[in-house]
């Protein structure tokens, strides 16, 4: 059975930083991209960064310089490091494969606020 747990969000300020982790089971994960998307209030998911199992990093042009996907094999493991947060990085942060597939797991909560 697929399973995503993610872990991390919280509250903080604007320029605040965060560290995601999405423990992932019931698959292969070496052999998958992973990645981390992002649902805001009344917005679709979207994709935010990915990782494949070597040393591709992707990211959307919105957090490129601020946001660091990095990924653990051996833990099964995917972090989201994020740096100098914005009121619009505000959402539920998911990950999954990509592509996604399947069930979702239940997100963390990001939310920046003064």
């Known amino acids: 059975q697929v399973q995503f747990v993610e872990s991390g969000g919280g509250l903080v300020q604007p320029g605040g930083s965060l560290r995601l982790s999405c423990a992932a089971s019931?698959?292969?994960?070496?052999?998958?991209?992973m990645a981390w998307y992002r649902q805001a209030p009344g917005k679709q998911r979207e994709l935010v960064a990915s990782?494949?199992?070597?040393?591709?990093?992707n990211y959307i042009d919105s957090v490129k310089g601020r946001f660091t996907i990095s990924r653990d094999n051996a833990k099964k493991t995917v972090y989201l490091q994020m740096n100098s947060l914005k009121p619009e990085d505000t959402a539920v942060y998911y990950c999954n494969r990509l592509p996604a597939v399947g069930s979702w797991g239940q997100g963390t909560q990001v939310t920046i606020s003064s």
């Open positions: 019931g698959f292969v994960f070496s052999m998958n991209l």
């Open positions: 990782a494949s199992s070597g040393t591709i990093r």
